[in-house]
């Protein structure tokens, strides 16, 4: 695709840098942004370069903060001995957003795959297993993708583990509320079978 | 949705103000900045707002470009007695990718479309009137979708410059080349009939 201005082409070429951008969505986002105030730029340019400067890691639990401590850690409310191990901030965010879950976090960052390269010493893991070795933990609970690669870092993570006296759950699996028995698929259904629930409980919690 | 940080919150938010680009994909977008380096955000950020406020619009034809006149417009290769009329920069893009045309454009920006509340008064039109009306035109061709605001934009400027002696053309509507018969709308496959073009003409053009 041959542009009419240099500058024009720098700046579609940097957005097509992002992921599922390609050069036409690019240029279409460019002459948006030209089309709109100036500020509208202004803004954008300063919030993507101050999300890049400033914003941390947090120390304890590695997901995205303003602070060295995020708000969830620093929270007296919520229970430290509870931890519950995501993939991503955007796990941590999927998690809050249902109100149901009280404890901490611990973003690994990913999961191992030897496919993409990505071994147990590109992710967090080291700090989640002192954690429990220092007896700060009662519950480690696996939220991971229930993928091969999943599957792969919780059992690596267990093996660490598991001559430390702490509770080891995963979220279930099953058939998502409003789904429909048929068109469900089989290894879910049969999940769903064999992690059988008491019925009691399960009135109980609706 | 509800985010961990004030600094990613703004970032995500300016980054959903783009067209086409949600919430969940604005977050997507500045969590893969982060991971990225520093660099290639700063470089974005800047060839934004290097873009929004350098870039220029011909003072001729109204495209897009690096300097007051455009490389189009101060070729002097180029035949500046026939010009393109367009709705867009993309189409003067599109045009110049297929290298036949050798003429000047004219860029609209946009078609007359009551219903979105763009009037003739928005569109660069009166430029183009002056250009007929100055007699520095032979040929105009009109190349804007055909669409009924495309077809009333195309009247529009008939009307306006009917008394003038200008040679007036529209590109070819038809059959797109490797497309098959059975497949195309009736509309498109009358007009191709209706405006059928000697045979010997389109041997030579092969």
Known sequence: ????SKILEKA??????LPGIGKRTALRLVL??????????QFLAEALQNVRQNLK???NCNTLSDYEICEICSNP???K?????????RDVMAIENTGIFKGLYHVLGGKISPIDGIGPSQLNINSLVNKVKNEEVDELIFALSSTMEGDTTNFYIYKQIQQNEV??????RGIAIG???EYTDEVTLGRSLMHRIPFEHSIKNN
Chains 1, 2 share one sequence.
């Open 81 to 89: 001995r509870t931890i519950c191990v995501v993939e991503d901030i």
């Open 179 to 181: 789904d429909e028995l």
């Open 57 to 59: 890691f947090c120390t």
């Open 12 to 17: 579609v070429n940097e957005m097509a840098l």
């Open 77 to 79: 409310k919520r229970d």
């Open 32 to 41: 948006h942004l030209i089309k709109q105030p100036a500020e509208q730029t």
């Open 1 to 4: 695709m041959e542009l009419s």
């Open 167 to 172: 509770k080891l759950s995963t979220i279930a």
